[in-house]
């Protein structure tokens, strides 16, 4: 009983047990603390609430006058006067708005300070880009030419029905202004943060002694971008942050789509009473989790890291890695864990033996499966060329009717001699050639062969058959219901000592929705032997393993390509 995983396991869980005992103790005190952080952390919440109520209110008391103002005529109307009054009484509506712009085209029509646009040279085309035809847009934070800084816009595009004629009209404000009264008032310790979703700044306050060094961002005083990528990738809620020598409490707040306001308080603000009680703590946490690694370590060793071993082998038992011999398990241990590990590995011995059987058996099949496909010509195929044939002797053509026949004498011969071999390159472009031959007597001149680059491997072993089914497929399905002058060409090439054969028409092409069917693998019943691309493909993998294969890539009204690769044999 030395050896039992049972003796093993009693130890173990008198000592968890008792370490369980003693960390409730401590877990109980923890709770205790996130209480008192919860009930000190509410002003922030609190704040964080009424600053959102107060930003509602503002930018929606803004959003209603502008809507309100757009539905005056004067705006769409050609008196600039008119306009100009319009224009200047519109800011009298709300203290916050600093500047107000209509624009047409590239020009200002109306500013409500007159010394900006005699003293401006105003770029319109970023309040072009910011804007959306007969929309409203409150736009991200940018920098104001007539307000020398930061600015928001709300822009609202104006179109003249009858005319289509637009204009923009532009009210902008600075967010220091609507955020400042806020900031102002926060405690000394305390320090408001807001940008955009994608981390852009809104605003902050330049005095805070929190925000560490500020820099120079696109002409304007900003945060730093370490101090940004801390707080943009803050989650929701309460949040802990290190900056410099400064620990801080944050909490975030998701303002509508816009903005994501941050309230940065002192960490020793809600904790002065609690940090030696927490440092304590934070020594006795420590201890108890190196005695958890240390339990969990022996655990691991002993029981779960052999057995998780074990399942994740089986899990990864397949027809294809059975021959692997690195599946087997070592047996170095004499208990129950050795015992099922030596279990594990005649197991895979057995299945291994039934595998190889398997294949063995699988393998026979298909290749006299192949070899009565290739056997077979079918009837209608010898009907067609015999009809062919007979009516070229009837129309006096004696000599096309001769190489008809010589070209079907020579795949008869194929079909029958060599079921069982590998035939060179050039006895398969050969019966290529001859079946090329029949179909372009029997269907006339719609379509032209080529083949390219194939003389140097002439003599590479190939499996009879190997590129009959493909041209077949070409001419069949590919030219069927096509206007132009078929074509197919057949391209050779070596890449790292694979042969690589391409066949190309110029066909109808197939839909995505076929390819992914597989839909082009049955071969046509009017064919000359029952060798499907399927039946091709599955040789390949027989014969030359899974690095070789045959690839279809199709275009509707374009053509197909079929790619085959096989290894070079010497």
Not at 159 to 170: N, P, S
Not at 205 to 234: A, M, W
Not at 253 to 282: C, D, G, P, V
Request: hydrophobic fraction near 40%; charge should be neutral; glycine fraction near 4%.
């Amino acid at each position: 009983m030395k050896n039992s995983i049972f003796q093993r396991t009693i130890l173990i869980i008198a000592v968890s047990f008792f370490f369980i005992l003693f960390c409730v103790f401590g877990i109980l005190y923890y709770t205790s603390i996130e209480s008192v952080k919860e009930q000190t952390v509410s002003s922030a919440q609190s704040n964080l609430e009424m600053i959102r109520s107060y930003l509602d209110m503002m930018l929606k008391h803004l959003t209603n006058s502008m809507y309100l103002y757009v539905q005056n005529e004067v705006l769409l109307s050609n008196d600039i006067e008119a306009i100009n009054s319009f224009v200047k009484s519109y800011p009298n509506t709300h203290e916050y708005i600093d500047c107000v712009m209509l624009l047409d085209g590239n020009e200002v029509l109306a500013i409500n300070n007159s010394m900006l646009i005699n003293s401006l040279d105003i770029d319109t085309s970023i309040y072009k880009e910011m804007a959306k035809k007969n929309r409203l847009v409150m736009t991200k934070p940018y920098y104001s030419v007539p307000l020398a800084g930061r600015a928001i816009a709300l822009i609202r595009s104006l179109v003249d029905e009858q005319t289509g004629k637009e204009r923009l009209f532009v009210v902008e404000f600075r967010p220091q202004n609507l955020f400042s009264s806020i900031s102002n008032k926060m405690t000394s310790r305390e320090t408001l943060v807001v940008l955009t979703a994608e981390g852009e700044t809104v605003y902050f306050d330049y005095k805070s002694p929190f925000l560490e060094q500020l820099v120079i961002h696109k002409g304007q005083l900003d945060i730093n971008d370490s101090l940004r990528t801390e707080l943009t990738s803050l989650r929701m809620g309460i949040n802990e942050l290190t900056l410099g020598s400064n620990q801080m409490i944050v909490k975030r707040l998701r303002f509508n789509q816009y903005w994501r306001l941050y309230i940065l308080a002192e960490y020793s603000l809600f904790y002065e009473a609690l940090i030696y009680m927490i440092n304590t703590y934070k020594l006795i946490g420590a201890a108890a989790l190196i005695l958890l690694v240390v339990i969990s370590a022996v655990i691991s060793s002993s029981i779960i890291k052999p057995v998780k071993q074990l399942s994740l082998q089986v899990d990864s038992l397949s027809p294809e890695i059975l021959d692997d011999s690195t599946l087997a398990l070592p047996v170095q241990r004499k208990d129950e864990i050795g015992k099922l590990a030596s279990s594990f590995n005649k197991l895979i011995s057995r299945l291994q033996a039934a595998s190889r059987e398997k294949e063995k058996a699988e393998r026979i099949r298909l290749e006299l499966e192949y070899k009565v496909l290739q056997s077979q010509i079918k009837p209608h195929f010898l009907f067609n060329i015999h009809m062919c044939m007979n009516s070229l002797l009837e129309q006096g053509r004696t000599e096309e009717a001769r190489r008809m026949l010589l070209a079907l004498d020579s795949l008869l011969r194929v079909s029958t001699d060599k079921i069982d071999q590998l035939i060179t390159l050039d006895e398969e472009l050969e019966t290529v050639r001859q079946y090329v031959v029949l179909q372009q007597m029997r269907l006339g001149s719609s379509f032209d062969f080529k083949m390219e680059g194939w003389e140097p491997y002439a003599d590479v072993k190939v499996p009879k058959l190997l590129l009959q089914p493909i041209v077949e497929n070409s001419i069949y399905h590919g030219f069927a219901n096509i206007k132009h002058q078929g074509e197919v060409k057949i391209k050779f090439t070596e890449i790292d000592g694979y042969l690589h054969i391409i066949i190309q028409d110029n066909g109808c092409g197939m839909p995505q929705s076929a390819l992914e069917q597989k839909l082009p693998e049955k071969p046509d019943k009017y064919g000359m032997v029952s060798i499907g691309i399927e039946n091709v493909r599955q040789r390949i993998k027989n014969l030359y393993g899974n690095d070789c294969g045959l690839y279809i890539s199709s275009r509707e009204n374009i053509g197909t390509r079929v790619e085959i690769v096989v290894k070079m044999h010497d």
